[in-house]
Each structure stands twice: as C-alpha cells, then as structure tokens.
C-alpha cells in the first residue's frame, strides 16, 4: 500500500539518493519503485573465472548490436574486449580539459580491440532538458549521473544500437569502494561518513534516517559490507535503469551476474589493491598497459552550479551557504527543489 510522506522521502533522497521505503511516495498519483537485486549469480574466485563468466554473458547477447559506455577506468576497458567491432561511447565535457587523460584511456582501450568510439560531448545545455523526464518516470529527483547517461544513450540509439552495455556493479561486487571499505567502522563514524546529504542540515522538517543503520548495527560497529551489499546496490543501479528507461533502450551489466566467490580480501584492499580481481584481469586484457585507478563517472557538477545560490522553496532552511556543500550535494539540492517545483507549487 502507498503512502504519502513528502519528508521523509525529501530526507531519504538527500541521505541515500533514493527513496529506500518502496510505497513510500512524495505526492498521491506519484509512484517510485526500487529495482530488486539480481539473485541469479555465478560464483567466482579468480580473474579467469571473471574471464569465463563475461565470456558466457556476452555469448548470450550475439545477434544485437552493442554499445558500450567506455570510460578510463578498468571496468568497462575489460568489457571492450569482448566487444571487437562494437560502438563505444566516451563523455567529453565542452567546457573545458578536465578529463582529457581518462578520454586518452578510453581511446587506447577502442583501438585495442577495434571498437568505434564516439564522444557524447555534455555541458548544462545538453543535460538540462532531459531532468524532468527522468524525474517524471522515476517519481522522484535523480542522481546527477542520469541525464547523461540519457544524452549518451539517444546518440547511441541514433547509431542503431539497440543495447547498451555498462560496467556499473563492479565496484561493489569486487571491492572498488575502498575508502568505504577501509576500516571497520564504528557505528556512528560510518554512518556520517556515508550520508550523502544530512537533512538536519538543509530541511526544516528532517526525517531521522538512522532506522535503516540501525538495521546493520553490531554493538558498537556495523555491519557495513552488508549495508553496501543492500543499500549502495539499489542506490546505484536504479540511475542505470531509469536513465536507459527514458531512453527507450536496453541495457546490461554483465559484473551483475557475478559474485565472489570467497569473502572479499579487506588486506588486499586496504593496502593498495582495490578490486584485485579485476586489476589482474585488466592486466591480460592490456599487458601493455598500466593499471589506472578507480575512475568514477565524470560529471562537472562543480561547474554547473558554481554560482547557485541555493534553494528558495519553504521546505529547506532560509538562506543556505552553498560554499558549504559539494557539488554533488548542490545537485541533489536543486534537484529536488526543481522536482517538488514540478508537482507542488505550495511551497514556492
């Protein structure tokens, strides 16, 4: 059964960037819903299983014509290879060479296994009209990565790709969140350090979101693997899901249907080898090659709102520093501001 509660899910986006509570919704007539994660899993313990394993899923998608989303880091330069002849697609950012050396990546990995790389050049003028489609069909704001992965997708659409292939789980399956990952957390430190946006901090009427800590609570510490394991993966996913839905194509990601075979090695991780696993297979695929760092989505989200004052709508605190926000974090803020603009006018 639905309910209404506009704050808890203006606190719920700003803590987690999406609304954790299926059935729990903004407005009547507005429904989100949240992706259920996959459970039909194969087992790995080493890069040639990964190897194998991506081998077989790309198998079973032969006959469609593939797009890639190909940035600088290993996740998507190892889907590549098993891509020859395939289209890639590579953000550039029209206001300036902020990422030229990942682009110089995403190039080398194209040329290696003979993919057609294509860039999706982005600024605040590309993105900006496709916010409310998304924010309609997902029922709620976004995350900042949404609307150019949907500008990324038409174009790939245009090429005649009828799907997309994404590296979007790897981080989470394999150990890629490293600063998440690097200590055994108490309870309170990992619960500031995971939020994304307090409510307390910018809301006049804030929702207590430590329920869904709570749940992961041992004693002093958390349970913060399994925390990541049901919370991030839903989190992340569902910007993949929304933002190909609006695009009207298919997608996949094939490090989805893999999982670990053995508990995942936090030494390892904590001391310099952030997803070994996928580092070793990153070094067969490009022997020649150095392993780069973990590279998230690029988005100048900074630039876009370096001048934004900040929100005006009643429900947020009166004249907010935005000097003390990230740029993440003014997104989150004019986005929900700009999705509440859309339904509600009561609070203009």
Not at 27 to 36: A, D, R, T
Not at 117 to 132: A, F, G, K, N, S
Not at 269 to 295: H, M, Q, S
Not at 305 to 314: I, L
Request: glycine share 6%.
């Amino acid at each position: 059964m639905n309910m209404v509660d506009k704050n808890f899910c203006m606190s719920s986006y700003l803590a987690f960037r999406y609304i954790e509570r299926d059935g729990m919704d903004f407005f009547e007539g507005l429904h989100h819903q949240n992706i259920k994660p996959v459970t039909d899993t194969v087992k790995v313990t080493t890069a040639d299983d990964i190897d194998a394993a991506l081998a077989d899923n790309f198998a079973k998608l032969r006959g469609k014509r593939l797009g890639l989303m190909l940035s600088g880091g290993m996740d998507s330069a190892i889907l590549a290879a098993y891509m020859r002849g395939s289209d890639a697609y590579t953000f550039r950012f029209t206001g300036g060479n902020l990422y030229d050396a990942e682009i110089a990546r995403a190039k080398y990995y194209a040329e290696t296994y003979n993919l057609r790389l294509h860039y999706v050049d982005i600024d605040w003028q590309t993105i900006e009209p496709h916010i409310d489609s998304l924010m309609r069909a997902k029922s709620a704001p976004v995350h900042s990565i949404e609307p150019q992965i949907v500008v990324a997708a038409l174009q790939a659409k245009s090429d005649g790709v009828n799907m997309m292939i994404v590296g979007e789980s790897s981080d989470l399956i394999f150990g890629g969140m490293d600063q998440l990952l690097a200590r055994d957390w108490k309870f309170d430190d990992f619960k500031a350090r995971y939020i994304f946006t307090d409510p307390a901090d910018v809301l006049v009427e804030p929702t207590d979101v430590s329920y869904l800590f709570e749940r992961y609570r041992r004693g002093d510490k958390i349970d913060f693997l399994k925390f990541m394991d049901d919370v991030f993966a839903i989190e992340s996913s569902s910007s993949y899901m929304n933002a190909f839905a609006v695009a009207g194509i298919d997608y996949a990601d094939p490090y989805a249907n893999l999982r670990m075979g053995e508990p995942l090695d936090l030494h390892r991780v904590r001391n310099g080898e952030p997803k070994y696993l996928i580092r070793e297979l990153f070094a067969k695929k490009y022997p020649a090659f150095p392993v780069p760092n973990k590279v998230p989505m690029p988005r100048p989200v900074d630039s876009y709102f370096a001048n934004w004052r900040g929100p005006v709508r009643n429900e947020f605190k009166p004249q907010l520093d935005m000097k003390n926000f990230t740029g993440n974090q003014r997104w989150q803020l004019y986005c929900m501001e700009r999705f509440l603009n859309l339904f509600d006018e009561r609070g203009v």
